[in-house]
């Protein structure tokens, strides 16, 4: 079983910074593709950013310049650094894997964490 866990969620201030992070646990062999998304009340759940296993990255519109993403492929980690966030970065955020393999040879189409809040006020 493949599961993944986010942490570094929390309540900041407008224009505060965050760390989150999401670590893949489990026999795990690979992971191609790891990413961040976010879903607000009210909205549909959107891409924030993904990075593939040759650390080739894309990001939403709304967040180039203040969010990077990065991993450790040795620890199965994804990490978004949120810098300069602004109130509409308030979501439930949550980390994704796509093509997942394991030690034995199953292949995970994707796995999902179970999400960690942001909230960003004043």
């Known amino acids: 079983q493949v599961q993944l866990v986010e942490s570094g969620g929390g309540l900041v201030q407008p224009g505060g910074s965050l760390r989150l992070s999401c670590a893949a646990s489990?026999?795990?062999?690979?992971?191609?593709?790891m990413g961040w998304y976010r879903q607000a009340p009210g909205k549909q759940r959107e891409l924030v950013a993904g990075?593939?296993?040759?650390?080739?990255?894309n990001y939403a519109d709304s967040v180039k310049g203040r969010f990077t993403i990065s991993r450790d492929n040795a620890k199965n980690t994804v990490y978004l650094q949120m810098s300069n966030l602004e109130p509409e970065d308030t979501a439930v955020y949550y980390c994704?894997?796509?093509?997942?393999?394991?030690?034995?040879?199953?292949?995970?189409?994707?796995?999902w964490g179970q999400g960690t809040l942001v909230t960003v006020s004043s």
């Open positions: 990075i593939t296993s040759g650390d080739s990255t």
């Open positions: 489990g026999s795990i062999f690979s992971i191609n593709a």
């Open positions: 994704n894997a796509a093509r997942v393999i394991t030690r034995t040879g199953y292949m995970y189409s994707e796995v």
